[in-house]
């Protein structure tokens, strides 16, 4: 186990409508990145969060925002889901000072009908 | 622009044999190279890593990888394959200054028993 969380599971909405998802790293793990994986894809990066601040964003409209909070959880919102949002949801956290070490949680699997 | 490939999709085994995974990278600079495998229905746990140093990085579960910066590859090996390898392995390089990993496409492992 790497020690990170993410709720929920699963997730089921529909075209148009807005969703959260968490994430909870571990204690000291200041930093934290987001990631998308669509079907049969690998994982593409979302953004990075470092001590609350978006700190790098990959190639994903505005509707995609995060918050990051000081006890170490994160949050992804998607605003006016569309299908193609549909996928898996990493996220992944490390400590400040060990750049090469990312701890992914298991992920949360979104589906928009 | 970095950018890793993972010429197979599938890769078929049988068990005891040695077992290969190929990846070849495209970066500007020295490369951070790194191996995930992802189970069903779970998120991505780290195998192993190159930075800087010896060309053949061993890592968890009896896996190992060598770097060959002539060929531009990252192979992941393992000399004798088991059953519970089978899963699916992302190959990934770090954007120099950042958190940002790019994925490879992923290669699924099936060890026949």
């Known amino acids: 186990e790497t020690g990170v969380t993410q709720s929920p599971t699963h997730l089921i909405k529909t075209r148009g409508q807005q969703v959260t998802l968490r994430c909870s790293s571990q204690?000291?793990?200041?930093?934290v990145s987001w990631y998308q994986q669509a079907l049969g894809q690998g994982p593409q990066f979302i953004f990075q969060?470092?001590?609350?601040?978006?700190?790098g964003r990959g190639n994903f409209p505005p509707r995609f925002s995060g918050l990051q909070f000081p006890n170490y959880s994160s949050e992804l919102n998607v605003n006016a889901l569309e299908l193609d949002d549909s996928a898996l949801y990493l996220c992944?956290?490390?400590?400040?000072?060990?750049?090469?070490?990312?701890?992914f949680g298991p992920g949360t699997r979104l589906t928009v009908l | 622009a970095q950018s890793v490939a993972q010429p197979e999709d599938q890769v078929n085994v049988a068990e005891g044999n040695p077992l290969t995974v190929k990846c070849t990278y495209s970066v500007s600079g020295n490369p951070y190279l790194f191996w995930y495998v992802q189970y069903p229905n779970r998120g991505l746990q780290f195998l192993l890593k190159?930075?800087?140093?010896?060309?053949l990085v061993k890592g968890s579960y009896g896996f190992e990888a060598e770097f060959n910066k002539s060929q531009t590859s990252f192979h992941l090996k393992k000399p004798s394959a088991l059953v519970s390898d089978s899963a699916l392995y992302f190959c990934?390089?770090?954007?120099?200054?950042?958190?940002?990993?790019?994925f490879g496409t992923g290669t699924r492992l099936q060890v026949f028993p």
């Open positions: 990934a390089v770090r954007v120099t200054g950042t958190d940002k990993l790019i």
């Open positions: 969060y470092y001590r609350e601040e978006e700190n």
């Open positions: 992944a956290s490390r400590d400040r000072l060990q750049y090469n070490e990312q701890f």
């Open positions: 190159y930075i800087t140093g010896d060309n």
């Open positions: 204690s000291g793990h200041n930093t």
